[in-house]
T-cell receptor
Framework: EAAVTQSPRSKVAVTGGKVTLSCHQTNNHDYMYWYRQDTGHGLRLIHYSYVADSTEKGDIPDGYKASRPSQENFSLILELASLSQTAVYFC????????????FGSGTRLTVL | GDQVEQSPSALSLHEGTGSALRCNFTTTMRAVQWFRKNSRGSLINLFYLASGTKENGRLKSAFDSKERYSTLHIRDAQLEDSGTYFCAAEAYNQGKLIFGQGTKLSIKP
């Protein structure tokens, strides 16, 4: 079974602070994604990457940066956290972009106060 | 394993007409999402349903967990609706979305 691990599992941050969410996959997948999920809503894509050292904007990239230093690692960075960024964040990987099962991490619950 | 079967694989419509896409599931799913792949390759979230129906403009989606299917209806199709549409089902306690194979929709003048 494919493995995607996220850290931390949960985090409380202050408004205006910097937050970094980390994701590591051992699937040897080229594609990695960051999604956010808000209560009652589906996943929305923030950023994705198909190769190390390159990232692409998703549906809702504003307020977020991403970093893919290696094939295995993909980070999501909130330079100035805001209240509206309180959500659960999921990292995922896949061998190809879409039309295939995405393997998700267990999620990071971020609360911005 | 759990599977999502999406149909049709390709669909061509004339402007102003409509049709429906369908996803069948081999097992009970907790929720379904519909996406459209945009020109940049990212997936635009159209609908998220845990049950019932939702409507947004010319698009309407339905999800029946018990009957194991979901549909996406498009009416009064416009040229900008062209693209590839995916459904993705959320399996219980599996932490992943299972995508359908996609429907390539072409809208012709």
């Amino acid at each position: 079974e494919a493995a995607v691990t996220q850290s931390p599992r949960s985090k409380v941050a202050v408004t205006g602070g910097k937050v970094t969410l980390s994701c590591h996959q051992t699937n040897n997948h080229d594609y990695m994604y960051w999604y956010r999920q808000d209560t009652g809503h589906g996943l929305r894509l923030i950023h994705y990457s198909y190769v190390a050292d390159s990232t692409e904007k998703g549906d809702i990239p504003d307020g977020y940066k991403a970093s893919r230093p290696s094939q295995e690692n993909f980070s999501l960075i909130l330079e100035l956290a805001s209240l509206s960024q309180t959500a659960v964040y999921f990292c995922a990987s896949s061998g190809t972009f879409s039309a295939e099962t995405l393997y998700f991490g267990s999620g990071t619950r971020l609360t911005v106060l | 394993g759990d599977q999502v079967e999406q149909s049709p694989s390709a669909l061509s419509l004339h402007e102003g007409t409509g049709s429906a896409l369908r996803c069948n599931f081999t097992t009970t799913m907790r929720a379904v999402q519909w996406f459209r792949k945009n020109s940049r390759g990212s997936l635009i979230n159209l609908f998220y349903l845990a049950s019932g129906t939702k409507e947004n403009g010319r698009l309407k989606s339905a999800f029946d967990s018990k009957e194991r299917y979901s549909t996406l209806h498009i009416r009064d199709a416009q040229l900008e609706d062209s693209g590839t549409y995916f459904c993705a089902a959320e399996a219980y306690n599996q932490g992943k979305l299972i995508f359908g194979q996609g429907t390539k929709l072409s809208i012709k003048p």
